[in-house]
């Protein structure tokens, strides 16, 4: 009897354990099957809707892993800027170390999309925003990475944080500290922003499972 305690009080251990930590954070995987605005905002004439992923041919497991539903945008640019979305977070991000998105591309349109990641600096769980300067942050840090969109298939793009750099020297800490201690709201919020592959071409592209992991 003794024994079977002990055992049951290993498993419970091992369990608790491998509860506290998970290996990623889900942003989104538009499984629900539809583009939720009260999680997401899109600005820019970047267009949102949910698409059917089709079956792929053979094996694919990244594809597999995209599930049923992805998230198809495609827009019109202007001077190559297209527009993009964004979405709150308030994660303390520190046992993470990577940005994870897959993106489903077209090699005629071509493109880039900017990933761009906002730390709380003045502790107050508010990306403050100067509507003047075109709503960049006036007290906490911006940090952005690029990534070409490329063509048919879902690529995996797996970014490591030390991969972004701070682009408002000067405003915030200029310091990629994304916890919630002291205060601080830790990663905050989320942005993506489509640059089309000409000044005034067409974007099209998909994404899916974006996630913090290490
Ligand atoms: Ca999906
Ligand atoms: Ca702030
Ligand atoms: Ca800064
Ligand atoms: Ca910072």
Request: net charge negative; glycine share 10%; charged share 25%.
């Amino acid at each position: 009897m003794k024994r079977v305690v002990w055992l049951v009080g290993i498993v419970m251990l091992f369990s608790t354990a491998s509860f506290s930590q998970f290996s990623f954070y889900l942003i989104d995987n538009f499984e629900s099957g539809k583009f939720e605005q009260s999680k997401w905002w899109s600005f820019g004439t970047l267009e949102e809707k949910i698409v059917k992923n089709a079956p792929h041919e053979g094996r694919d497991l990244i594809a597999e892993s995209c599930g049923e539903y992805s998230l198809g945008m495609s827009g019109k640019a202007k001077d190559w800027y297209v527009g993009g979305i964004g979405t709150d977070l308030s994660v303390d991000a520190t046992q993470f170390s990577r940005f994870q998105l897959d993106i489903y591309g077209s090699f005629e349109a071509g493109g880039k999309l900017i990933i761009e990641l906002f730390d709380d600096d003045n502790s107050n769980y508010t990306i403050e925003q100067d509507p003047q300067k075109n709503f960049e942050p006036v007290k906490d840090d911006k940090f952005v990475a690029e990534v070409n969109i490329l063509g048919n298939g879902f690529t995996l793009v797996s970014i490591p944080f030390s991969a972004f750099h701070d682009v408002n020297p000067g405003v915030g800490n200029d310091k990629w500290d994304p916890n919630q201690e002291n205060g601080s709201g830790g990663l905050l919020k989320l942005q993506l922003v489509a640059i089309a592959g000409k000044e005034d071409a067409n974007v099209t592209f998909r994404i899916d499972n974006l996630l913090l992991t290490y």
